[in-house]
C-alpha cells in the first residue's frame, strides 16, 4: 500500500512540476514580452522598459520561474497588474464565491446521479429507466451556460423570483447573508450541476447493471438477501469505482464550468476573475489563476487514485 | 458496408434520430454556403428585435440581423471547429497511441503520462492561457480544444492497439518478417477503426459545446462571423424584451450535440454487437 502511495504521489509532484513549468513556458516565454502584450502595439520603448522592471522581465528566465515557484510555495505571490494586490489576496477573496459554488454543485451532482443512476438499473430496460436514460441524454447535450440563461428567463425574467446575476456578499456588512448568499448561488449550481449528473447517472447505472450480474450477488441473493440488500450492502458499494473515476473527470468540467456560468450569473468568483484578467491583460492574475486551477484537477485526480486504492484492495497490489 | 449492416442500422432508434439529426445540422451548414434568407451580418435596424414573420421566420435581433441566417450560418462555424479540433486530436492521438503501443516500454510510459498531464488542461483553461496572449479568435479555441483531445485519442489508441498487438495473427505477421509499421497499418490500424469513429463523433459534439462556450465569453469566433455561442451573448442583453433569442441558438446547439453523441451511441452498438447486447 505505502509503495503505491509513494509511487503515486512522486507521479502527482512530477505532473504539477510539469504542468507549472508549461503555464509559465506559455504565459512568458511564447510570446516574446509580456510587457509588449499588456501595453500593446502603441508601447513607447520608455514604457516597455519600465513595466519590464516592475515586472522583474529584465531578470533571467531561470530566476523568474524559481522565483514564482518559491513564492508560491510560501503563499506569497506577485502583485496583480490592474488590481495592484497580491493575486493569492484577490484569489482567496474570490473563492469565497467559487468554492461553495462548486462545492454545493458537486453535492447537487452526486445526490441527483446516484438516485436516477440507481432507479434506472433497478428498472432496468422498464419505462423509468428509458425515461431516465432519455432525459440524461438530453441532458447531456445541454451547454451549461444555455441551461444558466434558460433558468434566469424562467425564475429571473418570467417569475421574477430572483434576481437575474449578482452576488450580495456572505456577511451584513457587505449588504448580504448567509442566506441572500446562499440564494444567489443555487440557480447558478443548478446549472452546473444537471450536465454532470446527466452524465453521472448513466455511468452509475451501467455500474450498478455490471455489479449486480456478478456472482457474489447471485450468492447474495442465493443467502436470502432481498433485492433491495443485496443492492445497499453488495451491489453499491462495488459500482463505486468507475462512478469515482468519472466523478474525479468531471471535476475538470465542474471548474471550466464555473467559470462560464460565473459569468453567466456575474458572479464574483475565480472564473470572473481569470475573464476579467483577459480583457485587462493582467498576465499575472491569468497566470496564477491558471496553475491554480489546473493544480486543482491534479490534486483531485490524485485523491480519487488514493481513494480507489482504499475501495478496492486489487488495484494497490497492482500498482 | 455489408447489407447486413445497414439493416441493423435502420432498425437501431438512436443510430437512425442521431444520423437524421446530424444530417439536418450538416444539410443545414451546406446549403448556408450556397443561400440564407439573408446575409448573416447585414444590419438592418429599422427592423431590431421584430417578432417571427414571413421575411423573418425567427425574427431579428437587437441590430436587426436575421437569426434564422444567423443559425444556418453558425452551423458552419460549428462544423469547422468540430472537424479540425477532432482532426487535430485524432491525427496525433492515433499518432502517438500506435507509438506507445508498438514499441512499448519507457515510450509507452512516456506517452501515457503526457496524456495524464494535458487532462490537467481541459480546453477552456488551454484557450483562456492562448487567448490572454494571442487575443481571442476562432483558431485559438481549435487549437485549444484540439490539443485536449489528443490525449483522448492516445489512450484509446494504446489501448485498443495494445489488445489487437496481442493477437495470433500480428505474432505470426511478425514472425513472417512484418516491421512495425507496417503490422500497425496493416492491421491494428483497420482494428481499431471503429472504435476511433464512435470516439470521433463523440469528440465532435463535445467541440461543438466547449466552442459555443469560448464564444459566449467572446474568446471564440468572432464578430461579424455568427456563432450560435455568440449569439447567446448578445441574447443575454436582451432577455427582457426579447426572451426567444436566447432559446434558439440554445435549441440549434442541443439538437446537433445530441444528434453527434446519438450517432455515436448507435455505431458504438451497431459495431460492437457483444457490448449491445449487455447494455
Not at chain 1, 516574446?32 to 502595439?41: S, T, W
Not at chain 1, 464550468?257 to 483577459?278: C, D, K, S, Y
Not at chain 2, 459545446?209 to 464564444?215: C, F, G, K, Q, V
Amino acid at each position: 500500500m505505502s509503495v503505491f502511495l509513494l509511487r503515486r504521489f512522486a507521479t502527482f509532484l512530477l505532473t504539477l512540476l510539469v504542468a507549472s513549468v508549461v503555464v509559465f513556458a506559455v504565459l512568458e516565454l511564447l510570446p516574446g514580452n509580456a510587457a509588449e502584450i499588456i501595453l500593446g502595439d502603441t508601447a513607447t520603448p520608455e514604457s516597455l522598459a519600465a513595466l519590464n522592471t516592475k515586472l522583474g522581465l529584465d531578470r533571467p528566465v531561470l530566476t523568474r520561474y524559481a522565483d514564482w515557484m518559491a513564492g508560491l510555495a510560501q503563499g506569497r505571490t506577485a502583485n496583480s497588474i490592474s488590481y495592484d494586490t497580491p493575486t493569492a489576496e484577490l484569489i482567496a477573496e474570490r473563492l469565497r464565491v467559487t468554492l461553495p459554488l462548486a462545492l454545493i454543485a458537486m453535492a447537487l451532482t452526486t445526490v441527483l446521479a446516484l438516485a436516477l443512476g440507481v432507479y434506472a438499473a433497478s428498472r432496468h430496460n422498464g419505462i423509468g429507466d428509458v425515461g431516465v436514460m432519455a432525459a440524461s441524454q438530453i441532458g447531456i447535450a445541454i451547454p451549461n451556460f444555455w441551461f444558466a440563461i434558460l433558468l434566469i428567463l424562467l425564475f429571473a425574467v418570467k417569475l421574477q423570483w430572483v434576481s437575474a446575476g449578482g452576488f450580495p456578499g456572505w456577511t451584513e456588512d457587505d449588504g448580504g447573508g448567509l442566506w441572500e448568499g446562499l440564494q444567489a448561488l443555487i440557480l447558478p449550481a443548478i446549472a452546473l450541476a444537471l450536465v454532470q449528473a446527466a452524465i453521472l447517472a448513466r455511468v452509475t447505472r451501467s455500474a450498478v447493471l455490471e455489479v449486480m450480474r456478478e456472482d457474489f450477488v447471485r450468492t447474495a441473493r442465493a443467502k436470502g438477501l432481498t433485492r433491495r440488500q443485496a443492492l445497499w450492502r453488495h451491489v453499491l458499494r462495488n459500482a463505486m469505482i468507475p462512478v469515482l473515476t468519472v466523478m474525479g473527470l468531471q471535476f475538470a468540467n465542474l471548474i471550466t464550468g464555473t467559470i462560464v456560468v460565473e459569468n453567466v450569473f456575474v458572479l464574483p468568483g475565480v472564473g470572473r476573475l481569470i475573464f476579467q484578467a483577459i480583457s485587462n491583460r493582467d498576465l499575472v492574475v491569468v497566470r496564477d489563476v491558471v496553475m491554480l486551477l489546473a493544480a486543482v484537477v491534479v490534486i483531485v485526480n490524485f485523491v480519487v487514485d488514493v481513494l480507489y486504492a482504499l475501495i478496492d484492495p486489487r488495484l494497490r497490489h497492482g500498482g | 458496408m455489408s447489407s447486413s449492416f445497414v439493416t441493423r442500422a435502420l432498425r437501431h432508434p438512436s443510430f437512425v434520430l442521431g444520423a437524421l439529426l446530424s444530417v439536418f445540422m450538416a444539410g443545414a451548414a451546406a446549403l448556408s454556403l450556397l443561400w440564407s434568407p439573408y446575409p448573416p451580418a447585414e444590419i438592418d435596424i429599422p427592423n431590431k428585435l421584430a417578432a417571427p414573420s414571413a421575411a423573418h421566420w425567427l425574427g431579428t435581433d437587437s441590430l436587426g440581423r436575421d437569426i434564422a441566417s444567423q443559425l444556418l450560418v453558425g452551423a458552419q462555424n460549428s462544423i469547422v471547429v468540430g472537424v479540425i479540433a477532432v482532426g487535430i486530436g485524432l491525427g496525433l492521438g492515433v499518432f502517438f497511441g500506435c507509438l506507445a503501443s508498438a514499441r512499448r516500454g519507457w515510450v509507452e510510459e512516456l506517452v501515457m503520462r503526457a496524456a495524464d498531464f494535458t487532462f490537467a488542461f481541459p480546453a477552456l483553461l488551454s484557450a483562456i492561457m492562448l487567448t490572454a496572449i494571442y487575443g481571442p479568435g476562432l483558431v485559438m479555441s481549435i487549437v485549444a480544444i484540439g490539443i485536449f483531445n489528443i490525449p483522448v485519442f492516445a489512450r484509446i489508441t494504446r489501448g485498443a492497439a495494445n489488445a489487437v498487438w496481442s493477437r495470433e495473427y500480428v505474432l505470426a505477421a511478425r514472425t513472417s518478417g512484418k516491421g512495425a509499421v507496417r503490422i500497425t497499418l496493416d492491421h491494428v490500424l483497420p482494428n481499431i477503426a471503429s472504435q476511433l469513429i464512435v470516439q470521433a463523433t463523440i469528440s465532435f459534439a463535445t467541440a461543438i459545446l466547449a466552442e459555443a462556450a469560448l464564444s459566449y465569453l467572446g474568446l471564440g469566433t468572432q464578430p461579424p462571423q455568427p456563432s450560435w455561442g455568440r449569439m447567446l451573448n448578445e441574447a443575454q442583453s436582451q432577455m427582457f424584451q426579447a426572451p426567444m433569442l436566447a432559446v434558439y441558438p440554445g435549441v440549434a446547439i442541443v439538437l446537433s450535440v445530441l444528434g453527434l453523441n446519438l450517432l455515436g451511441d448507435g455505431l458504438r452498438d451497431l459495431m460492437d454487437p457483444k457490448l449491445a447486447r449487455r447494455r
